[in-house]
C-alpha cells in the first residue's frame, strides 16, 4: 500500500502532465512542508506525521479562507477553498459532532468529570478521535457537555 507521501508524488506528476498549475502548485506546498517537518523531526515522516502536517494546513488554510471571505476576497477564498478541498481529500474523513459526542459522553462519565476538567477530556476525546475530529468540533462538544 503506497504512502501518502508516494500518492502525492504521483498526483505531483499527473497534475505536470496535464499543467494543472492549481494543484500542483497545493501539492508542491504540502511537499514543502513535509520537508520542513522532516528537517524538525531528522527522521521520514510516517503517515501518520504527514497527516498531522496536513490537518495543521487545513486549520490554516480555512483561518484564511475566512479571512479572505471577510475582506470581500472572493478570488482568494475560491482559489483557498480549492487548496483546502484538495488537501482533504489525503485525509481520513472527518467524524460527526454526534461521533464525537458519543465519545465524549463516555469518557465524561468515565472521568466523573465536571467543568473544570474540559482540557482533560478535550485531551481524551482527540487522542480516542485518533486525528478523525476537528479540535473546533471537539471544544463545543465537550463545553456543552459539561455545562449540561
Known amino acids: 500500500m503506497p504512502t501518502i507521501l508516494q500518492n502525492i508524488d504521483t498526483d505531483m506528476k499527473e497534475a505536470m502532465k ?6 500542483l502548485s497545493t501539492l508542491r506546498m504540502v ?10 523531526v531528522g527522521h521520514d515522516l510516517t503517515d501518520d506525521e504527514a497527516m498531522g502536517v ?20 472572493n478570488d482568494l477564498a475560491e482559489r483557498q ?3 483546502i478541498e484538495l488537501i482533504e481529500h489525503y485525509l ?5 459532532e454526534a461521533q464525537v459526542e458519543e465519545i465524549a459522553k463516555g469518557i465524561i462519565t468515565e472521568m466523573n468529570a465536571a467543568l473544570s476538567d474540559t482540557g482533560k477530556v478535550m485531551g481524551a476525546v ?8 476537528d479540535g473546533t468540533v471537539v471544544r463545543n462538544v465537550v463545553e456543552r457537555l459539561l455545562k449540561g
Open 18 to 23: 496535464a499543467k494543472n498549475e492549481s494543484a
Open 31 to 40: 511537499r514543502a512542508a513535509f520537508k520542513n517537518r522532516q528537517i524538525d
Open 54 to 73: 496536513m490537518r495543521t494546513m487545513v486549520k490554516q488554510y480555512k483561518d484564511a479562507l475566512n479571512d479572505f471571505k471577510a475582506a470581500g476576497r
Open 81 to 83: 477553498a480549492k487548496e
Open 92 to 96: 481520513p474523513a472527518q467524524m460527526s
Open 126 to 133: 482527540m487522542k480516542k478521535a485518533a486525528g478523525q475530529a
